[in-house]
């Protein structure tokens, strides 16, 4: 029995080994498969490096970055030198340069071409390196404007390991980057939102929870709100995604709390461009009423003291300078166009260099050029509070409020203002009108060289009720008359009220039959959403010789700030007169049209600094009585 069992024993550890063999010998079978899979893979992979410019594909980012070199005139190596760009700077770079492409702009000059062919045979080497990175240096271009863009994971790879930092992680990048587009920060504070109040576009940006608060907080909300054609309830349970460790969150809400200081680089780092400067100059309307307001009323700023916020050029200080003012304090928060304001009222005999000494003429050395924001002026020169006459400044942007220097402009007056002091525009009101057809793309689509193509209009209207729009609309497309939104008074307001909700009724314009008895006739039209605009005044409370009103109206001369565009998801059947709507149709059908179309509108501070979200809440009235409502819709303007 002993000698048996040792044999069987014997026996079952050599088959074990056989086996034991057999198993290594499809294991590295297995392997070599997987290793062939791999390099089959990897040499896939590599085919994937699309170039910036064409369709091309290179199997290495050298190649790509050659073929660009010398193929396109763009040197992505030679531009990261000279501009010293890290890790993040040449993300930017990439990113700014496929979505310029994308647009057909140039990425050099930011001229844009009919189409991409035209583009390939426009393009050219910077003519001044350093503007590209002032163009770049934006933080929404650390989003990546292509998706899966492995240029974006690699570019560095092929070049030393001293070209970065080697304490950076790229891959921990690129996950912090998702994770930040899920982080709400107050823009005050720095304090994190609970992140059940909050939810994210798909650009990145926060959606507090309701429409119905200026703050737009949409938790507290019984209504169903939509963004961008998707229930925002939807949306919540991405938050589960974020990290849980304490660091690793205060890490992101460290990066957060960072991005008002990034946007103000980025926002006074645009205005250092000169086209942007003449393209406000050559805004006749614009300026033609800045400089009747300062120099066609002698009583208000001779003698006097002038802060100018935002000077740009300084074109308001030298008509400040040029009316008779004492002391003209131009505050500019760009270093480049600070430098360039100096050097203007250098060459026009108007610079002051500091206190006035006696062996300066005082008839010329007006103006003073200050680099910086107005809330740190005093760390700059010395100037004592409320010592100022007037106070003026060009602040509105799209929408009025876009770009939020309103702000500024108002802590000037509280910081540096007499009481009784001048504030130049003194007023400012936003109107809204509906517009029809004729304002959206659709006419030029049903009729292309007598082909009916109106299914691409269609789908670009679809598209453009997710976004605000900024162009020129004809006062012949307007369908409604036009209600005033919301006014300020520039000398009285306080900050808090730049964020509103207010609500107006639109009504469709009535249209006169060609007969004598000239009856106003009943007829249906189609408002597919409407338009902001605003006016500013310099009214007579200060400008009493000449008061002059700026408007963006449509039904006044184009201006560069055009007209702000909402278009609804649907159209709206609008009729005045007596029409006779068909009880069982919805309102706003062409059974049912509307006699009245009631707006509120919200309009507040977004987080992402300087732009705003608005939230538009439509409802249609027929003539007997009858309602509907549409989902609120939400657009951001950065």
Known sequence: MASYSNFETLGKQKRIEEESEE??????????????????????????FLCLFCDAKYSSCDELFEHCRSSHHFDFHSIKTALSLDFYGSFKLINYVRSQVAENKCWSCGFTCQSKQDLQNHLHAAIDIKDIKLLCDNDKYLKPFMQDDKLLYSFGDDEGEDDYDTSFDKEEFMRDLGYFEEICIDENTGEQFASSNCTLDENGKREDASTSSVHLNMANSSEKVINNGMDLKERVGVSDK???DKDSRLSLVNLAAQDIKKVNESYFCSYSSFGIHREMISDKARTDAYKQAILENPSLLKGGVVMDVGCGTGILSLFAAKAGASRVIAVEASEKMAAVATQIAKDNGLWRNGPQ???????TSIIEVVQGMVEEVGKSIQIQPHSIDVLVSEWMGYCLLYETMLSSVLFARDQWLKPGGAILPDTASMFVAGFGKGGTSLPFWEDVYGFNMSCVGRELVQDAAKIPIVDVVDDHDLVTNAAVLKSFDMATMKPEEVDFTASVELEPTSVCSTSNSMELKSMTTWCYGVVLWFETGFTSRFCKEKPVVLSTSPYTPKTHWSQTIFTFREPIAIASGNSNPNGSAAVGTDASPAKRIHLRISIARATEHRSIDISLETSGYAADGQKRSWPVQIFNLS
């Open 23 to 48: 198993e290594s010998e499809e294991t590295e079978q297995d392997w070599g498969d997987w290793r062939e899979d791999d390099e089959e893979e990897e040499e896939g992979s590599e085919s994937g």
């Open 242 to 244: 974020r990290p849980r």
């Open 357 to 363: 000494s006696e062996g300066n003429d005082r008839s």
